[in-house]
């Protein structure tokens, strides 16, 4: 059973940047497909990223396209993601996911995920 935490959050300015971490335990991390989610106040939980297990795919929601990036190092049992040109529509408690799968496609429901983290906040603000 995978265990996962976040890290990273915290306070940045419209146009930032901020770099969240997920460390995962157990043997089996790196056949997971891993999800980045959030959720903003009074809203319901929306993808934001995913990559495969080997981190040859990627998929990224609309609105953070070319913004946020995702990536992993399976050798540290870690995921990451890369937010720049942060807006504070960005503003939510970011969630890593952990789905074992070993297959190239990657989802964005959140249903598919079987292991979640405890979540991090992100605001931005001025």
């Known amino acids: 059973q995978a265990q996962l935490l976040e890290s990273g959050g915290g306070l940045a300015q419209p146009g930032g940047s901020l770099r969240l971490s997920c460390s995962g335990s157990g043997r089996t991390f790196s056949r997971n497909a891993m999800g980045w989610f959030r959720q903003a106040p009074g809203k319901e939980l929306e993808f934001v990223a995913a990559i495969s297990w080997i981190g040859s795919s990627s998929n990224y929601a609309d609105s953070v396209k070319g913004r946020f990036t995702i990536s992993r190092d399976n050798a540290k049992n870690s995921m990451y993601l890369q937010m720049n040109s942060l807006k504070a529509e960005d503003t939510a408690v970011y969630y890593c996911?952990?789905?074992?799968?070993?297959?190239?496609?990657?989802?964005?429901?959140?249903?598919?995920?079987?292991?979640w983290g405890q979540g991090t906040q992100v605001t931005v603000s001025s």
């Open positions: 996911a952990a789905r074992p799968f070993t297959e190239e496609t990657v989802s964005g429901a959140s249903r598919d995920y079987d292991y």
